[in-house]
């Protein structure tokens, strides 16, 4: 089956330390594509990075990145020197294109950054 | 460049009553999605387009809920007759093919009294 665990509900992180946020993911597919979301209280939904299953580098953007282990079928988000502005639900995300093209959702985890 | 637009950003009405909810998505995006967002229920897709052509609405909830696109620049998602479980926050999403995110418009915020 197809599918995203995010198993960390919610999480706190003190400002400027980095945090990781945990994705694990499921697919017999060998091409798919890894994203990650923020949804702050405001509720929009932003794209922060993404990884393909085929790079062979992690991804970065700025202070987010992803550590890939593809054996592992993990994806997890580090984001370095947090901020207050970093509060906000992360959702993790897999696009699979055999068959029917697929975007699942995991379910979030909610990081609150403390002063 | 513009985003995903998506309107109105909030909605009430009482139930039986039609909700139409419109998405205008970025220009040269070749697949469009619709989205609902509750707590219990997280992210849901309820239907996804490409190149104006519905591909899978395994995700609609009911025969209440229709969705059309009529162009490559317009959307919409209609609940008739709408109920309070409903309420719920819809988002738009477009893409183009291959490993590309989805953007999101900001979403309705739909409630049914």
């Known amino acids: 089956a197809q599918k995203i665990t995010q198993t960390q509900p919610g999480m706190f992180v003190q400002e400027k330390e980095a945090v990781t946020l945990d994705c694990t993911y499921d697919?017999?597919?060998?091409?798919?594509?890894l994203f990650w979301y923020k949804q702050p209280s405001s509720g929009e939904m932003i794209f922060l990075i993404y990884?393909?299953?085929?790079?062979?580098q992690n991804a970065t953007e700025g202070r987010y990145s992803l550590n890939f282990q593809k054996a592992r079928k993990s994806a997890n988000l580090v984001i370095s020197a947090s901020q207050l502005g970093d509060s906000a639900m992360y959702f993790c995300?897999?696009?699979?294109?055999?068959?029917?093209?697929?975007?699942?959702f995991g379910t979030g985890t909610r990081l609150k950054v403390l002063a | 460049d513009a985003g995903v637009i998506q309107s109105p950003r909030h909605e009430v009405t009482e139930m039986g009553q039609e909700v139409t909810l419109r998405c205008k998505p970025i220009?040269?995006?070749?697949?469009l999605f619709w989205y609902r967002q509750t707590m219990m229920r997280g992210l849901e897709l309820l239907i996804y387009?490409?190149?104006?052509?519905?591909?899978?609405d395994s995700g609609m909830p009911e025969d209440r809920f229709s969705a059309k696109m009529p162009n490559a620049s317009f959307s919409t998602l209609k609940i008739q007759p709408s109920e309070p479980r409903d309420s719920a926050v819809y988002f738009c999403?477009?893409?183009?093919?291959?490993?590309?995110?989805?953007?999101f418009g900001d979403g309705t915020r739909l409630s049914i009294l």
């Open positions: 697919t017999s597919d060998q091409s798919y594509g």
């Open positions: 999403a477009s893409s183009w093919i291959g490993n590309q995110p989805q953007h």
């Open positions: 220009s040269g995006h070749d697949y």
């Open positions: 995300a897999m696009k699979i294109t055999s068959g029917t093209y697929k975007y699942i």
């Open positions: 387009f490409n190149n104006n052509v519905p591909i899978d």
């Open positions: 990884q393909g299953s085929y790079d062979e």
